[in-house]
Antibody, heavy 131, light 106 residues
């Protein structure tokens, strides 16, 4: 059974650092990217970035580039989301999710079409930043 | 890149058909998927690659993608289907979500 288990809720003060985790099991972690998604209170889903456990390659959404650090430890099957200096506006639920990436190629080996979506989600980690 | 636009809310009576739209420029050129998020829970994938259902998702969930609009259809809507629904697509460089639609079953 595929499972993504996230670390527990956190309450932090502005300016503090934080690292939350997402441990995968039940599948080959080097076969899938892991993504992070933010959901601010009462709001929708926002893609933050993805990381590949096989080689730690990481891609960020422009909206989150430089604001957070995504990392992964292949040996422990765990992905991480980290802040160096939290702000009150970082208050949100953060989800990790297994990312499916499929590509179709033209006869000249160029990518003709690509799909990315999240097929399994963690339970979410609530981060509250308040003075 | 483009934006994905969903209606904020849709209402449906139990047993009837609910349709939730997701609009974006030339959306048919991009595979679309749909997530269901019940209140207080994590999102669940209900449709991927425009119209495919993951294992365990009831047959009453179906979807299409044509022109500028993708549509999620729930046939014989049940009370348990009341949730927020999000469309999502990959535009080649960005993974985008629609703003979400609250489905009310009453």
């Amino acid at each position: 059974e595929v499972q993504l288990v996230q670390s527990g809720a956190e309450v932090k003060k502005p300016g503090e650092s934080l690292k939350i985790s997402c441990k995968g099991s039940g599948y080959s972690l080097t076969s899938y990217w892991i993504g992070w998604v933010r959901q601010m209170p009462g709001k929708g889903l926002e893609w933050m970035g993805i990381t590949y456990p096989g080689d730690s390659d990481t891609k960020y959404s422009p909206s989150f580039q430089g604001q957070v650090t995504i990392s992964v430890d292949k040996s422990s099957n765990t992905a991480y989301l980290q802040w160096n200096s939290l702000k009150a506006s970082d208050t949100a639920i953060y989800y990790c999710a297994r990312t499916v990436i499929n590509r179709w190629y033209d006869s000249d080996s160029t990518i003709s079409r690509e799909v990315r979506y999240f097929d399994y989600w963690g339970q979410g980690t609530l981060v509250t930043v308040s003075s | 890149s483009f934006e994905l636009t969903q209606p904020p809310s849709v209402s449906v009576s139990p047993g009837q058909t609910a349709s939730i739209t997701c609009s974006g420029d030339k959306l048919q050129d991009y595979y679309t998927c749909w997530y269901q998020q019940p209140p207080g829970q994590s999102p669940v994938l209900v449709i991927y690659q425009d119209n495919k259902r993951p294992s365990g998702i009831p047959e009453r969930f179906s979807a299409s993608n044509s022109g500028n609009t993708a549509t999620l259809t729930i046939s014989g809507t049940q009370l348990m289907d009341e949730a927020d629904y999000y469309c999502q697509a990959w535009d080649g460089s960005l993974l985008l979500f629609g703003g979400g639609t609250k489905l009310t079953v009453l």
